[in-house]
């Protein structure tokens, strides 16, 4: 995608703050003349946006916004949305948590911290099909995370959605109420999630959830995780 090509540009910018939006909309109107942008302050209204706009250019996403958990709203987007690029924001900027965005699929990483002729750079490069981070990150940690997030984001829109209800403790027939599914269905999905994820145990995929749902970076590495799953 480049950014000069684009005959009718849709942006939207997804963050709480006022301030900080109006300084995105700037910089994505100084990149895209013309462009279309739609404002969200929570997640419920990012979402709404893209449903409204599933051909949208491009996503700025906030890390933190009401309605989310961790790097929640990422990884629903890329789920849901997978042709749609999305750049996470944020005012955290230490190494783990700009390439853990990456490992979840994210097309760059903007620091809140940044200028305006470093969103006007940052948003050039993303729209011209580059990978974009601050220049001063530190490289990815040596460790198996960046994998385990990637298999995350293979995950299906609906393993996505059992995977998440799984954090929360639920049970198989409860999830299918939730979902409006099959008790086997969601025993199927287990099975798929726990293939995919290279898991064996459904107390694993519960806490790798749970870790997803953190602000923090933390550790993915769930192979150390014990006990007897309740249900097969």
Do not use: C
């Not at 703050?17 to 419920?44: I, K």
């Not at 629903?76 to 005012?91: D, Q």
């Not at 750079?121 to 997030?149: C, E, F, M, R, S």
Request: aromatic letters at 4%.
């Amino acid at each position: 995608m480049n950014a000069a090509s684009l005959p009718h540009p849709h942006v939207v910018i997804a963050d709480d703050h006022p301030l900080f939006r109006a300084a995105l909309r700037l910089a994505v109107e100084r990149v895209l003349p013309g462009v279309s942008v739609t404002e969200a302050d929570s997640f419920e209204a990012m979402k709404a946006a893209v449903v409204a706009a599933p051909d949208a250019d491009l996503v700025l996403l906030d890390l933190h916004m009401p309605g989310v958990r961790g790097y929640s709203s990422l990884v629903w987007l890329r789920a849901e949305h997978p042709s749609v690029p999305v750049v996470m924001v944020s005012a955290e900027e230490d190494g783990a948590t700009v390439h853990r965005a990456l490992d979840f699929g994210a097309a760059g990483f903007i620091p809140k911290s940044a200028g305006l002729e470093v969103l006007t750079t940052a948003l050039t490069a993303v729209l011209d099909g580059q990978l974009w981070t601050p220049p001063a990150a530190p490289p990815p940690p040596d460790n198996g995370d960046a994998q385990l997030a990637r298999r995350v984001a293979s995950l299906s829109p609906q393993q996505l959605k059992v995977l998440m209800h799984l954090a929360d403790g639920r049970l198989n027939k409860q999830i299918a109420y939730d979902l409006e599914v099959t008790e086997a269905t969601i025993k199927a999905h287990v099975t798929a999630i726990l293939r995919k994820l290279g898991l064996y145990r459904r107390t694993q995929a519960a806490v790798l959830a749970q870790r997803l749902l953190l602000s923090e970076a933390v550790p993915l590495d769930v192979s150390a995780v014990a006990g007897e799953d309740d249900e097969s």
